[in-house]
């Protein structure tokens, strides 16, 4: 699971990088950089998600609750990373 997660977080940045956001790093250090703001920006999204998630298991009463807010949680959630990576992952080409 582990290694499935960290090649898709490689694969995404990689495709990201290169087709949304058309960004050439200059050297190795700048990549290594970004590919960890990159993740950062990941695991906050991802812990909005979870949250979302959860709080719609806790609070309403209904079995496909965690669903809805699954669903919202994970919507919410990509765009939010597309704007977090536009403006502060990918802001500048240096």
């Not at 993740?39 to 991802?46: F, N």
């Not at 609070?59 to 807010?69: D, L, M, R």
């Amino acid at each position: 699971m582990t290694a499935g997660t960290l090649a898709g977080l490689i694969a995404k940045y990689v495709l990201d990088k290169r087709y949304i956001f058309r960004y050439a790093a200059s050297h190795l250090r700048e990549d290594a950089l970004k590919f960890f703001a990159y993740s950062m920006t990941g695991v906050l999204t991802t812990i909005l998600f979870w949250g979302t998630e959860i709080f719609f298991a806790s609070f309403f009463n209904h079995s496909q609750a965690k669903y809805a807010g699954a669903c919202l949680g994970l919507t919410v959630g990509y765009v939010m990373k597309y704007f977090l990576d536009k403006h502060l992952v990918f802001g500048r080409q240096s």
